[in-house]
Structures are given as C-alpha cells and as structure tokens.
C-alpha cells in the first residue's frame, strides 16, 4: 500500500504514534519516495538516517533555498507574489552560501557552548519560578498550556530583548506561523491570514531594531541591530528576519521537547526515578527527550545534480525532504531506536540537523531542558497523567497542545 501521502495529513503527523508507524512503515518499505499530493508541489521524501545525514552535509549540493519547508501550493504562490520568492522570508534556513556563512558568523560566538553556560544563572531562575508557579497550582495543572509553552518563551524573550508584556502577543504570532494547519491555533484558513501572520512579525521587530540601534544594551537584539557584514551595516530586512527566525525555533521547539519529554518521564517511571536519584544526568536526559520528540518534523533541500538514493535517481533542480524524527527511530543508525534511555549516547541524533545549517540554538536548548527537569525533579513527590494529551495538528513543527497532569510536591 503506498501510504506516503499520510506525510502531508498533519492529524497524522502531528500525533507521535501515529507517526511512527508512518515512518516505520517507509523506511521499511519506501524509504525514497516521490511523493505528488494536489494541494503540494511534488517532492522527494527520504527517511533513512543515512541519507539524511549524507544530504545535510553537502551543503554546495543540496541547497536550502528556494523550498525549504513544505507548504500548500496556493500558500507558496502568494509569497512569491508578495515577496518574489517562493519561501517569502529570507532568514538563515532559507539561505546559501555565501550570505548563509557571512550571515550565521553574526552570532556564532554568541551561540557557543561557553557563552551559552554563562546563561546558566539566568536559565535556572526562569526554570525555578515556572516550578514555583507549577508548585503553587496546587496539585493538578495543563503541563502544556501552562508550564512547558510559557517558560522556553520566557528564556528566548529575555534573550532577544522582548519585554515581558509583549510575550504574550509573540506566542500567539508563533503558533500561528507553525501551527497553520491547525484549525485551534491558525489566524484562518486564508492565504491573506499566513501572510498577516508575517507582516506583524515585520512590524514588530523593525520597531525592536530601531530601538537597539539607539539605545544599545548587551542583549542579542542589540548585536543585530548594530551588525556588520562586509563592512556594511546588516541590511534591515535581514536583521528583521534573524529575529524572526531566533523567536520562533528558539522556543515552540523546546516547549514541544518539555511537553514531550514530561510524557516520556511518565510513561518510563524507572527513567523517572533513575533522573531524579542521578541530577547529574539531567544533560543527557535533555538529549534523550530531544531525540525522543524530534519537535522539528522536516527540513527541505534542492538538488543541484542529478543524484541517486537507494536506487531511486533524484533530478537536477527537484525538491527533498527531510524527516528527522524518521531519522532517530532508524534501527541501523541509533541502538534500540523505540528506547526511551536517559543515559543513551546520542551523538549520532539527528533532531538539530547536520552539517552547515545545524541547529545554531542547540546548546540553548539542551540547557533550557536540562535546567527545567534539575529544578523539577527533586521537588516532585510523584505525577501521573490526569486526561488524554491532545497534539497540534502539524507537518513541519509538532508536540503536545495540552497535557493535563496531576501531581504533588515534597
Ligand atoms: C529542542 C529544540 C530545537 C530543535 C530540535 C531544533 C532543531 C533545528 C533544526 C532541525 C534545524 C535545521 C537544521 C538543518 O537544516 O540542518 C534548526 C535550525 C535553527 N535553529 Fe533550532 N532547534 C531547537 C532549538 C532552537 C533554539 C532554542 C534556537 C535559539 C535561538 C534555535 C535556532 C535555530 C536557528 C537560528 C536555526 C537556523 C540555522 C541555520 O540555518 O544556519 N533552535 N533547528
């Protein structure tokens, strides 16, 4: 039975069982498939770590831009008649060498693993006052709707210098961005409602950029705004895009790895226990959950020459996507891939990507994780599920929409 055209159906897609038996069922049966839905321009799917990896790290041979995340047809055609190109936003993801490399060396350094421990302080107090906040709920409380979607906002929010108050706003704006396809979280169904959605985020960062170009703090936001690329000052519809993209990834993604990674903790009582006798694996956890959720469902490439993949010969100029949640169960890349292991060795995951477009906020979210569950965890007497979770309807960012819990503290 050829079930590729499931890849497109987000109830699908957006619910981890039923997603997993999806990509089980390919990467055994069509692991290179080409995949022609009527809403869609036609695309090559692949979901064998192997080739995910192999295409990820040719960067000169597989581009990002012009498709780098799968949307509807009519959608894509309405940016390039409002942007003049098929992706409409210019941020890092959608870009080649050479502006990528120029562009991503804007805040490199930032995004190391030493600059980011420094963040730890700061991290760990906004990780305490959401375990505050679950403390004072009083024993029952949506993980989701009010811890796990709250507090990665908070930690990116402070980072690229959006005032508390605006916060609120930004969440919405994102889950509308990725949440497009589902009716509880999309502005409408219109094309005029996504690119609405896109016009906000514009306004609201140029008024953020105007700000730090006069009042300079030591905040990412301010770096942007006073960047410099080749000798030039940073072109402002780039600066807009870099927040755009810094905003949304930096936090839907983690929210969907705590959400998720809460789940797996209840569904696995002994890695529950073992995490809260042994704090000092709270890292690896963090990897584990991350790899276990694999928030970020796809990434898009192009093919610049004609290439061949189990067998199946791909074009010059024709579309590849990506799976990485695909990628994480395939049982010749990762050890007993259906494992949930707090301690596993997870340097061949592929959940942040590969290669030149890897994930820049991966040691931020690996602390962020980390640091949630450290907090959690020693406090927590025991928690248990209180209703069945509910997920977003999604084929490029998914996870959990609610997750009611009940629980009690020491
Ligand atoms: C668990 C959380 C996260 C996951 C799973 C994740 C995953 C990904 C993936 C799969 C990519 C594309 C990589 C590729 O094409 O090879 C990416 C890119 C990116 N991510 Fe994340 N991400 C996460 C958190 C964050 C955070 C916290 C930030 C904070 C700023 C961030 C910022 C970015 C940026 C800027 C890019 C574009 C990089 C480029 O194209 O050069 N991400 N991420």
Redesign the pocket.
Known sequence: MNRNLDLLNPVIMGDETSMHALFRHLREHDPVTYVEHPDFEPFWSLCKHQDIKYI?QNNDSFL?NPRTVLVQRDFEQALREKFGTRNGLE?????DNPK?RKL?NV?RDW?KPGPIERLTGDVQAIAKAYVDKMEDMGGECDFVRDIALLY?LR??MS??GVAPEEEAMMLKLTQELFGGQDPTQSRGTGVDDGLGVLMDFFSYFTGVVEDRKQNPTDDLASLLANAVVDGEPMETLDQIS?FI???T???D??S??IGGGMKALMEHPRELARLRANPELARQAAREM?RW????RH?M?TTTEDVEFRGKTIRAGENLC?W?PSANRDSEAIDDPDTFRIDRDNRNQ?????????????H???L??EMFFRELLPRLEFIEPAADPEWVQAIFVGGLKSMPVRYAFR
């Not at 941020?91 to 870009?95: A, E, G, N, P």
């Open positions: 990820s990002n941020t890092l993801i959608h870009m990528h991503r805040t995004f990665p930690v990116i980072i690229i870099y993209i810094t905003a990834a930096g936090h993604t983690t969907a790895t991350i959720v694999s928030p970020v990434m490439r990506l990485y592929l959940a942040f990507g590969y290669g030149g477009h890897m994930c820049l906020g991966q931020l979210a690996v962020e994780v």
